[in-house]
């Protein structure tokens, strides 16, 4: 399956919403994610990315690459991995690698020295690709109120 990745746009809130919806609850706020991906299209420190299927121009993943600040060692940046997704009907062909390379090239462009990803303990299928990328367990914590 071929598929373009590119940076999230304001105009992708509708997929973007039902890529989300992998890994949330429901629907979001459309008007507030659409503000959202505006802040961050305008932050040179957060990538939302997303993959798109060229001939439908659907929306078919997302992930958020935060970069921040790390006073250890030689202050080098850490990127922050973050609301990784796929559709479910498109998982198991690539996609979700392709994206972690992408952002992972975008960290390396930022001098990042290393890479978090934040992960919902519920997620077990998706805790075997993180593993299968090269990602280690390193603490949970749960849901407060």
Known sequence: MEFILREAE???????????????????????????IERV?????????VAEDPE???IVGSLLGVV??????????????ENVAVLENRQGQGIGRRMFEAIEDWGREHSCHYEILVSGLDRTGAHKFYQALDFQ?????????
């Not at 973007?16 to 959202?36: F, N, T």
């Not at 299209?41 to 990315?49: A, C, F, G, S």
């Not at 921040?68 to 991995?81: A, M, N, Q, R, T």
């Not at 367990?137 to 109120?145: N, P």
């Open 10 to 36: 304001a105009a992708d809130v509708p997929g973007l919403d039902l890529v989300m919806q992998v890994i949330s609850d429901g629907p979001g706020d459309r008007e507030k994610m659409a503000r959202l």
């Open 41 to 49: 299209r305008r932050d040179p420190y957060k990538y939302l990315l």
């Open 56 to 58: 439908t121009k659907e």
């Open 68 to 81: 921040f600040e790390d006073i250890c060692g030689d202050c080098s940046p850490i990127l922050l991995v």
């Open 137 to 145: 367990e390193v603490k949970g914590f749960k849901k407060y109120l």
